[in-house]
């Protein structure tokens, strides 16, 4: 049986139409069950059928984390297997995380541990590092602080720009993501108090995604 797969999302979706496209093409066995959004006018909801989304704006809630339990109940109602954060601007609470842990992630870009939280790309160009990239990470309830799983590097080329650069981590981020989640549907990926095995082995260190897709160690 396919895994489920429910999306959180707050902006066009790009991310999860790489998802969709994935599981069309049969490279992910897979089906997306539902898209969670705090931006009820967000592009991605309209990826699937109105019986699959569920948005609502915080404000209004009386506080975050009523919020986040609204969002987790009507997560639940879907049953999904894995939830995956793609784009979702909010930070979800130490509640949220605790009730899925184990089964939500993130594509985040950047090289973790490096420039958690947001305006990554500038950050890389200001501190003039030679690469910068993309990881998929296990959400826990510390900001972009997760386990992470695998990688994508692209280097820094002379006379970036914050948005040149941005593109091209987008264009890695796409494969990235699926070489990951495939490994976390097929049950080949395990995370358990913080360590990563791999086919029943230890992962010491993130998996990189070559260049034909592929995650390696």
């Not at 948005?55 to 109602?77: G, H, N």
């Not at 992630?105 to 939280?117: A, D, E, F, R, T």
Request: hydrophobic fraction near 50%; aromatic fraction near 6%.
């Amino acid at each position: 049986m396919s895994s489920r797969i429910a999306v959180l999302a707050s902006g066009r979706g790009s991310n999860l139409q790489a998802i969709l496209d994935a599981i069309a093409a049969q490279q992910l066995d897979a089906q997306v069950v539902a898209v969670l959004s705090d931006k009820p006018e967000a592009s991605a909801l309209l990826k699937v059928g109105p019986d699959q989304r569920w948005a609502r704006s915080p404000k209004d809630f009386p506080d975050r984390a009523a919020f986040d339990a609204a969002m987790a109940d009507a997560l639940d109602a879907f049953a999904p297997d894995w939830i995956v954060c793609a784009g979702y601007m909010r930070i979800l609470g130490a509640a949220f995380v605790a009730r899925f842990d184990g089964r939500l992630v993130n594509i985040h870009p950047s090289l973790l541990p490096l420039y958690k939280g947001l305006h990554t790309h500038a950050r890389a160009l200001e501190a003039g590092d030679a690469e910068h990239g993309a990881s998929v990470h296990f959400v826990v309830p510390e900001l972009d602080a997760g386990t992470v799983l695998a990688q994508a590097r692209v280097p820094v080329q002379a006379g970036d720009t914050a948005e040149a650069l941005a593109q091209r981590v987008l264009a890695v981020e796409h494969p990235l993501l699926i070489a990951s989640l495939a490994l976390l549907v097929s049950g080949r990926v395990t995370e358990r108090a913080g360590q990563l095995q791999l086919d029943g082995h230890p992962l010491f260190s993130p998996l990189r995604l070559d260049c034909a897709g592929q995650l390696n160690r």
